[in-house]
């Protein structure tokens, strides 16, 4: 990358940062932990140097220090939540010698190890720090510096699964058969070490056989997480679930290259690796990402719905849910293929489509992007406490309330537990529940309110993620105002519409303007615009120019 190039569209580091810090300021994130809750993080951090790993096995947890654990994660990420282990299971045979695939009903073929940083081991019910993590809700990601749910001597420390350290564990033992559908799921409190911090594209060029993985990885990690995670792709789509990987624009450090969606790990980590500020200031991009990310979300998910079954099963939980789009919205979508030439026969179900398309394609891109507004109304559904009723036993019958369409299953959120709240909840309840336990007094008093902490707070985290975009393409257009760029009309709405720049990755709206020809905009095509405002404080305007 020529430094031409990254020099041509920064944005200066020090405004970046004061656009940033008035963006916390008026959705008022939280600053600074407060002082008795930095000492309460401190002293449980200490507690687990000093015995804490006795004192967990002596509480009953399990020893699983013996499993090849290892964490997949974005570059320089320190809230490590989660290490895998995926393990090809033998034919098995009973006692006569015949192997138990014979038998009725499918046999293990695979087992995935997944474990959970434990948080519950930390923090205290009813304590300073326990107070001030419902506050906070979940981390905050900017790409100056993260907002921390928790105080980093736990994130990045005692709680957080670093390669070589003893840690408390939530651990998953997940058996699959043949073909990916789930058998068993049980989940433990146990004591594990990480073998490996992994990045996805170490893993990737691994799969791809272009690289290779640390002597401490196992040596079939690549090849299972490829298999399962294609196995559980097809098992999406047979429900009818729906993931779709498409281009995310990304904030890059112009010195370093690190780069990150807004809100997300990744944004933080386009930052220095203390935190400041990149000093060679930002830019954007556009980035696919990797198969490897696929396939390890896909073990993150299968998780999540096993926890979902597990807490439909003991009457208590907590849900994430996402209600079916309306049929007016897919009449839209039907409407907006149509117009960008993309052939939908009436038959043919609307993920069966999706997979189908070719970002690549300005039609297909345009069509996924208004795509991915169909499921709107993202919550979560707390039951089992507070009056609330348990889903009934039938899938298929839960009211809406209790869905999460995109997935096409129940789900709950148990895999993120450093960074954000409601994980906590989630996992205690199934640990429970596994071991024959009622879930603990302190989760039952506290699920009423969750759904309504983390709608609060999660409003916060994205309107922060998105006012950052919007701010940082004012300030890399800034100073190109009359410049012409070439981009893509993605959708429009009553004259509105969203353009999509080449370069820089910018995403905003674009008009349309006397001239243009029968009033419209050419939705799904290419187009050239110039640039003629560029301000933080008033945004972008952009003119659409005459085809050529």
Known sequence: MSRTRLSTYTAPPAEVARALDALRAQYEAPTAFPPEVLAEAEATATAWAQDGPARLLADGARDAR????????????????????????????????????????PAAAYRVHYAIASLATFVTPGGALDVELRRRGETIYAPDAATPLHPEVLSHGAASLLEDMDRPACLWTIDLDARGEVLSARVERSLVRSRARLSYSQVQAAIDEAGSLPPSVPADLPVLLSEIGRLRLEREAARGGISMT???????????????????????????????????????????PVPAEQYNAQISLLTGMCAARIMVECGVGILRTLPPARPEDYARLRRVAAALGIDWPAAQPYPELVRGLDHAVPAHAAFMDQAMSLFRGSGYFAFGAGGVAVPADDEASDAEE??????????????????????????????????????????????????GIMEQTGKRARAIGRGALTALEALVLRGHEGEVFNGVITSEREGRGELVLAEPAVVTEIRAGKGVSGGGLPVGECVRVRLLTADPATGIRFQLLPAS
């Open 66 to 105: 013996d499993l090849q654990l290892v964490t997949i994660d974005p570059p320089g990420s320190m809230d490590l939540d989660q290490a895998v282990l995926l393990e090809r299971l033998p034919a098995q045979t009973d006692r006569a010698g015949v192997p138990t695939g014979d038998a009725p009903g």
């Open 246 to 288: 498409t281009p995310e624009q990304i904030i890059e450090a112009a010195e370093t290259g690190a780069a990150g969606t807004a809100g997300t790990r990744e944004a933080a980590s386009a930052a220095g690796p203390d935190g400041s500020s990149a000093t060679g200031g930002y830019r954007l991009a556009y980035r696919v």
């Open 402 to 451: 209790a869905v999460h369409s995109a997935i096409a299953a129940r789900y709950a959120h148990v895999t993120a537990p450093l960074r954000r709240l409601v994980d906590r909840y989630g996992e205690e309840i199934c640990i429970a529940a596994c071991a024959g336990r009622s879930a603990p007094e302190w989760v039952l008093q506290a699920l009423p309110d969750l759904p």
